[in-house]
């Protein structure tokens, strides 16, 4: 994708915040059905009517949605030297 090792490095930690948050939010899920004893099936039987399967994406779909989006836009990015060095004119920051 890129040769500017800052633009790449730039990637990684995205994505790997992206998959920091998708594992703390699949936590938080197991964690809130565990201490409640209610499973998020029996949960969604009581909001079901409030809460429609198709606006709520699964947890795969959500774990591949902010990736594939990120990768996408940065593939469709002109090369800048502001975005790799942070610099307006190009030039490395001191």
Do not use: K, Y
């Not at 099936?41 to 699964?58: C, F, I, M, N, Y």
């Not at 469709?76 to 307006?88: H, K, N």
Request: glycine letters at 8%; aromatic letters at 6%; charged letters at 20%.
């Amino acid at each position: 994708m890129t040769s500017d090792i800052v633009t790449a490095g730039q990637v990684v930690a995205a994505v790997g915040a992206d998959v920091v948050g998708s594992v703390a939010r699949e936590s938080a899920r197991l964690q809130a059905s565990w201490r409640t004893g209610v499973t998020e099936e029996q949960w969604r039987a009581t909001v079901g009517r409030l809460v429609h399967a198709s606006a709520d994406p699964s947890a795969d779909d959500r774990f591949d949605f902010v990736p594939a989006r990120l990768l996408d836009g940065l593939a469709s990015c002109p090369d800048d030297p502001q975005w790799t060095t942070g610099a307006p004119d190009g030039d490395p920051l001191p």
